[in-house]
């Protein structure tokens, strides 16, 4: 989706593995418990083995898959419109014309302001259950970002 609109401002979200990881630390803990309870019940076989390895390759390609997501999303502010893709699996882009923006919010969470990043949530009059909030994840500086589109929308 071109346009022939001037690019006020483009946001691409900035996803940090060090940031995935801490974020789904509890997912790990929980699994590293039930693997030495296991161990310490039956011992350390090659089914524990296997379990593992699997665990931590499947781990190692949740991180790369969600950095190789992120690299493909982006958020354009025109002078009217903001147009958008916050999908993987499609090759358009989505447009949202500002009349139909209600509401911007943005989150910054403990952790996230370690990694000066956050979450920002655009809702929309939009019928369409898809486009009726978007969630823009790892904005940087994300009050200052919060500032720069609410200025837009002022303008």
């Known amino acids: 989706m071109e346009t022939n609109e001037k690019l006020i401002l483009e946001l691409k979200p900035k996803y940090k593995i060090s940031y995935g990881v801490l974020r789904r630390i509890w997912d790990i803990l929980l699994f590293l418990v039930l693997m030495s309870v296991v161990i310490t019940q039956i011992g350390m076989n090659i089914v524990v083995i296997a379990s593992l390895v699997i665990f931590i390759m499947m781990y190692m390609i949740y991180l790369i898959y969600t950095k190789i997501k992120y690299k493909k999303y982006y958020y354009r502010f025109y002078e009217n ?27 910054q969470g403990f952790t996230q302001k370690r990694f000066n990043i956050g979450d920002m949530q655009i809702a929309t009059f939009s019928m369409n259950i898809f486009k009726k909030i978007i969630f823009i994840q790892f904005v940087e500086n994300p009050k200052e970002t919060y500032e720069k589109i609410t200025q837009i929308f002022k303008e």
């Open 81 to 107: 419109k903001l147009l958008y893709r916050n999908s993987l699996w499609t090759r358009k882009g989505s447009e949202i014309p500002y009349s139909e923006i209600k509401e911007i919010k943005y989150f």
